[in-house]
Nanobody, 117 residues
Framework: QVQLVESGGGLVQAEGSLRLSCKAS???????????MAWYRQGPGKQRELVAS???????NYVDSVKGRFTISRDNARKTISLQMNNLQSDDTAVYYC????????WGQGTQVTVSS
């Protein structure tokens, strides 16, 4: 079964850090390695937005609001991507979703990140 499984969310105080991980379960190497992987988030009352992406060549892209604070990375050997989030702010509170453009697009189930001020 092909699926994306996120972990690492939780409650953190403002200016704290969290690291999210996403395991691409059931992916074969030839599918995972060239895939663009991404993190999206949806905050309370907001639309889902792209936070960061990383393609098969490890080129990265970030939404302006997280530049300098968040870092996306991938480990092809483990078929995993991560999102290191530093200096978290209340506006970062959201459900974070892992996404892959493989197989016409796959989503994880989401993991809650709550930042308390």
């Amino acid at each position: 079964q092909v699926q994306l499984v996120e972990s690492g969310g939780g409650l953190v105080q403002a200016e704290g850090s969290l690291r999210l991980s996403c395991k691409a379960s059931g992916f074969i190497t030839s599918v995972f390695n060239p895939a663009t992987m991404a993190w999206y988030r949806q905050g309370p009352g907001k639309q889902r937005e792209l936070v960061a992406s990383i393609d098969g060549s490890r080129r990265t892209n970030y939404v302006d609001s997280v530049k300098g604070r968040f870092t996306i990375s991938r480990d092809n050997a483990r078929k995993t991507i991560s999102l290191q989030m530093n200096n978290l702010q209340s506006d970062d509170t959201a459900v974070y979703y892992c996404y892959s453009d493989a197989r016409n697009g796959l989503w994880g189930q989401g993991t809650q990140v709550t930042v308390s001020s």
